[in-house]
């Protein structure tokens, strides 16, 4: 009888458990909302003894970091980014209607012959348009066999062709003359696009899709692309040791050459005219805090961080402090510090990075109720919800929260919240449940 000899020492101690290997993949390493959320979640889980690595195509980060690698840069890759802008440029008769509101996924890379993919337990997607990732590859990722996640960071995962579909229902059954083209038809880009979905998502059960907000899980859970597909919510991590409460407002805004006898109102965006940030109703709202409440309004100031900040500033009827748009997080933390009230009147939003920063900063917010804000913001809470596009409730929020004798409260109650449902560990331990399930 073959008799099987073990080493004692192995009996004693139990070989270890092998490392989950994740690939996040997004379009860019940090530019924009999606960028930034990956980034931090690469964080969040490497600090989890989750072995994680991001894969974009647009790296501004230093190569020295180990964790982040990038395609390849190539003419090709260029050339597939202009020739999808340009055959909807062509589309839409020579138009720039919808030109970067839409994407049809018919170019990008097969990142499944990358070494990283390779070796790669969970692929788990993020932001991947703008000819990062074509239909075609997302199909070879999907027949992979390997696990995969995408994150949902607005709405073109479920839909057809657009990023926001705003009031358009058409992607509740079938996409086709889009009112995101100039020239729409019954088989235009939108048609072709939303069956080319059906057939690659239909190839397999996987991915699971989570959405960063509720709002948004609830809107892909209605989508016939998604059926039969695991959706689920979990929100994008912040770290609340870093985005914290100043030990000293009066320093940091002398640091940054800001008023220390004003109310601070703080509006930020990557570029602060994008009417879909809501400018005209902020500008709109500060009118009527000047004609009604012109002894409050005496005491605001505003300040305004992103591109065009200088052009913004032009229009607005109370002192306004301009700060270009900066990659930096320790300058958009000071302005935090810095700021009394957050000012979010966007048109269209899903979980904005914005508001969180903000709150664990011990910052309310005042924005709409729309997207994802109403998961975030409690009116009398931590902030004060408006009504949808009314500059008078918005003005009504800003007047409310800063006069509010329970302003310290509101503070509070913001850090409190961010801590509770947006710390790198409660999200790194939710992604983790569903890379092993």
Known sequence: MLELLVPLELLESPLPLPTMKVLLVNTSDHAGGAAIAALRLLKALRQSDIEATLLCRDRSLPESRADVVSLKSSVRLKVKFVLERAEIYAANGFSRKGLFAVDTARYGTDITRLPEFQEADVIHLHWVNQAMLSMKGIRRILQSGK??????????????????????????????????????????FSYRTFREKQRVYGLSEQPTFVGCSQWLTELAQQSPLLKGHRVVSIPNPIDTAFYAPPADKAAMRQALHLPADKHLLLF?????????????????????????RPELAERLALVVAGQEAEVAREQMPIPTYAFGYDTSEDRQRSLYQASDLLLMPTLMDNLPNTIVEAMACGIPCVGFRIGGLPQMIETGVNGYLAQYRSSADFARGIASVITSPSYTALCRNARTKAVAAYSEKAVAEAYNSIYKY
């Open 268 to 292: 930020t965006a990557f570029k602060v005219t994008n009417p879909d940030k809501g400018i005209a109703y902020l500008k709109e709202s500060l009118d009527l805090l000047c004609k009604e």
């Open 147 to 188: 696990r995969v996640v995408w994150t949902m960071h607005d709405m073109w995962p479920f839909t057809s062709i657009c990023h926001h579909a705003a009031d358009c229902e058409k992607w509740l059954t079938e996409c086709h003359d889009c009112p995101c083209l100039l020239r729409p038809s019954a088989h235009d």
